[in-house]
């Protein structure tokens, strides 16, 4: 956790975007260094902290990479599938509220309409947090099936989301 968060801060102290895209390339290996670990572990075989690094060692280090970007982009997608119309109807819902409150005196009615587009801006949130959570949880298992099986990333995307559904 302590090397995450450390990598995350100094990540964060680059200019013009160049943190993100550093963590897109650290990220995943050391997500992979975490399951080499604990795989150790679980089998009692007296790991090391170095082996919170051997995602970076791993010949699938690329393919633990492009895994982790190819989720991201059908996090994005999907969000933009959920929250896009979602947005829309509750803008224009919004738009005609917010309208009537220039006619409005009574501020309980105001109220009520604030919270009302309030309301529906959570709803929209916590959609989107579902729904996101769910497509990475389809993909779960991918770093470890690059990790410990040496699969390509699309394999290892669609291995785990076949292990997932069931």
Known sequence: IIISIVSSLVFDLLPYGLGTIGSLF???ALAAGWYSYARLRSLNDAP???NFFDGFKSPGWMQLVLAYFITL???FLAL???VIPTFLIIGLDAF???MSLRNMTDP???AEIVAG???QIILVVLLATL???LIFLLYLFTPMFVLFRGMSFWEAMEASRKVISK
């Open 131 to 133: 729904f996101g959570a």
């Open 108 to 110: 309980r009615e105001v």
């Open 26 to 28: 650290i990220s995943p």
């Open 48 to 50: 090391e902290f170095v």
């Open 96 to 98: 005609s509220d917010l």
């Open 117 to 119: 587009i309030g309301g």
């Open 73 to 75: 982009v059908f996090v």
């Open 80 to 82: 933009l599938v959920v």
